[in-house]
């Protein structure tokens, strides 16, 4: 991925790509003139509102079950930054620096389709929290689909609350000082316009895709070592077969799995040793690449909401001639699916890998050394991590539940039909937490069954990949602490742009 210096928000869709990019790699966000312009626009017309007198959701009524609440004049301003106190109310853990960024990016985004009504100097502040390295303490737990993540976002900007910022967490007043900047007096629907829509589960979402479309090229490079390990039948994934049912993902793996094994002496002895592999063995083309499609599939649902404008009410029109229009575009339920879709395909990466390394420390079916170890019985060997991808695939069943068929009822009966699309995308990240830790584990298994293996040659890149992993792990001769191994393993599966360096071809 390119760790870009600048992104610009214009007229033509962002992708996840940018969204991580600002997020996790510290990208400046700016927005173009344009973008500006359509803000303005829309700021306009609020204020055309204000002055006519005519009521309208959020802008001079109160919220929720509280929409036929008339209010005027500075009660504008105070019903704003009361609207973010009183959302701000999550519990739990704080979210990483990371996911915070991703989801005001998110939201500026949102902000940036002109169709909101916030005043422009909020989205300037909001772009100065980024820019800056200011970011809110957002706890994790509390979110139907928006409304306290945001709220927690958005009472940093007040100088409420507490921020990371270099590396330590101080109050938000405090940070804005020490950056000279000054916290951001509301106005007319800024308070709602900062708790509505979309941005929390779709910025989750935008990291999770990242981490995902990683870890499926990661799970290619293991299971071709796991499969040569095991002296796979490779006419399994015989380029004519892989054909004949054509899921596009299914191409993509066949063909991975072709390259890395390229000219190994150990596939191509053991031609005829068996009629056909375990299924965890021969149907990693199916399995991966099924995985691979849905993740196409999410990326457009996750993009789409990315780039649409999620606010209620919308504001259409210009000043002289315009359409307030109370709706449900907040409502998640595209990316909800999406990332709940997505963690059961990234569970069952896990689950499949699970099956695979079992069957590398079992000497029944292995045909190696028991628990990969030179001197099993004074050794336990590799025994014991097989347990540990036991109990993270036993999790990951659990998190691939889907979040979005919760449902409750909040606001007095207004908000009865919920998308649950924040949790779907949290426990999203969870699963591929999980998934990392057991690739790690197959990897590092995989990598011991080559040290049995290596009078023969292996493929062009199951090779390459063995290697790299001796460059940082050590060959397992005798009983030693594995927790290290394992942490090591999986800080080289999260190095960014590692596997795209020494497998370049690989898709």
């Given at each position: 991925m390119s760790q870009a210096k600048k992104i610009v928000i214009a007229d033509t869709p962002l992708h996840w790509q940018d969204v991580v990019a600002v997020a996790r790699f510290g990208a400046e966000l700016a927005l173009s003139g344009q973008a500006w312009a359509r803000i303005d626009n829309a700021q306009s017309i609020v204020q055309r509102i204000v002055t006519g007198g005519e009521r309208a959701y959020g802008v001079n009524t109160g919220l929720g079950a509280l929409c036929n609440v008339s209010l005027k004049g500075e009660q504008l301003s105070q019903l704003s930054r009361?609207?973010?106190?009183?959302?701000?109310?999550?519990?739990?853990?704080?979210?990483?620096?990371?996911?915070?960024?991703?989801?005001?990016?998110?939201?500026?985004?949102?902000?940036?389709?002109?169709?909101?009504?916030?005043?422009?100097?909020?989205?300037?502040?909001?772009?100065?929290?980024?820019?800056?390295?200011?970011?809110?303490?957002?706890?994790?737990?509390?979110?139907?689909?928006?409304?306290?993540?945001?709220?927690?976002?958005?009472?940093?900007?007040?100088?409420?609350?507490?921020?990371?910022?270099?590396?330590?967490?101080?109050?938000?007043?405090?940070?804005?000082?020490?950056?000279?900047?000054?916290?951001?007096?509301?106005?007319?629907?800024?308070?709602?316009?900062?708790?509505?829509?979309?941005?929390?589960?779709?910025?989750?979402?935008?990291?999770?895709?990242?981490?995902?479309?990683?870890?499926?090229?990661?799970?290619?490079?293991?299971?071709?070592?796991?499969?040569?390990?095991?002296?796979?039948?490779?006419?399994?994934?015989?380029?004519?077969?892989?054909?004949?049912?054509?899921?596009?993902?299914?191409?993509?793996?066949?063909?991975?799995?072709?390259?890395?094994?390229?000219?190994?002496?150990?596939?191509?002895?053991?031609?005829?040793?068996?009629?056909?592999?375990?299924?965890?063995?021969?149907?990693?083309?199916?399995?991966?690449?099924?995985?691979?499609?849905?993740?196409?599939?999410?990326?457009?649902?996750?993009?789409?909401?990315?780039?649409?404008?999620?606010?209620?009410?919308?504001?259409?029109?210009?000043?002289?001639?315009?359409?307030?229009?109370?709706?449900a575009n907040p409502h998640g339920q595209s990316v909800a699916l999406a990332a709940d879709m997505l963690a059961i395909a990234m569970a069952e990466i896990g689950s499949i890998a699970e099956r695979r390394l079992d069957r590398l420390i079992n000497p029944h079916v292995s045909g190696l050394p028991a628990f990969l170890v030179s001197n099993p019985g004074v050794n336990s060997g590799m025994m014991i991590v097989q347990y540990v991808a036991a109990s993270l695939c036993g999790q990951n069943r659990q998190l691939a539940q889907p979040a979005v068929l919760d449902n409750f009822v909040t606001s007095g009966l207004q908000e009865d039909h919920l998308s649950m699309g924040t949790n779907a995308a949290l426990k999203l990240h969870s699963v591929l937490a999980n998934v990392t830790q057991i690739l790690a584990i197959e990897y590092l298994l995989a990598a011991q069954a080559f040290e049995f293996l290596k009078h023969q040659g292996f493929g062009a890149g199951t090779h390459v990949a063995w290697r790299l992993l001796r460059e940082h792990v050590p060959a397992y001769e005798q009983d030693r602490w594995l927790a290290p191994d394992i942490a090591t393993t999986a800080k080289l599966l999260n190095t960014p742009d590692l596997l795209n360096h020494v497998l370049p071809n690989l898709h």
């Open positions: 009361n609207t973010l106190l009183s959302h701000a109310c999550g519990v739990g853990a704080p979210l990483t620096d990371e996911q915070t960024r991703a989801i005001i990016c998110a939201a500026i985004l949102n902000y940036s389709q002109g169709k909101s009504g916030l005043h422009p100097q909020v989205v300037h502040s909001l772009l100065a929290l980024l820019n800056h390295g200011i970011t809110p303490q957002v706890p994790s737990q509390g979110s139907v689909g928006y409304l306290t993540h945001m709220a927690h976002i958005g009472i940093a900007l007040l100088g409420v609350g507490n921020v990371s910022y270099r590396g330590q967490i101080v109050t938000a007043q405090a940070a804005l000082a020490a950056e000279g900047l000054q916290p951001v007096v509301l106005g007319a629907k800024d308070g709602l316009c900062l708790v509505n829509g979309t941005p929390c589960m779709s910025g989750l979402s935008c990291l999770a895709l990242a981490d995902a479309h990683h870890l499926l090229q990661w799970a290619d490079v293991i299971g071709a070592m796991s499969f040569e390990a095991q002296r796979g039948q490779i006419d399994a994934f015989d380029e004519q077969i892989i054909a004949l049912k054509p899921h596009p993902g299914m191409q993509q793996v066949g063909s991975n799995l072709r390259a890395l094994l390229a000219g190994s002496e150990v596939i191509a002895a053991s031609r005829g040793i068996r009629t056909q592999d375990a299924l965890s063995i021969r149907s990693i083309p199916q399995v991966h690449g099924a995985a691979r499609d849905q993740l196409e599939h999410a990326t457009r649902q996750i993009e789409t909401e990315l780039n649409g404008a999620t606010d209620n009410p919308l504001l259409l029109g210009t000043p002289d001639n315009y359409r307030v229009v109370s709706q």
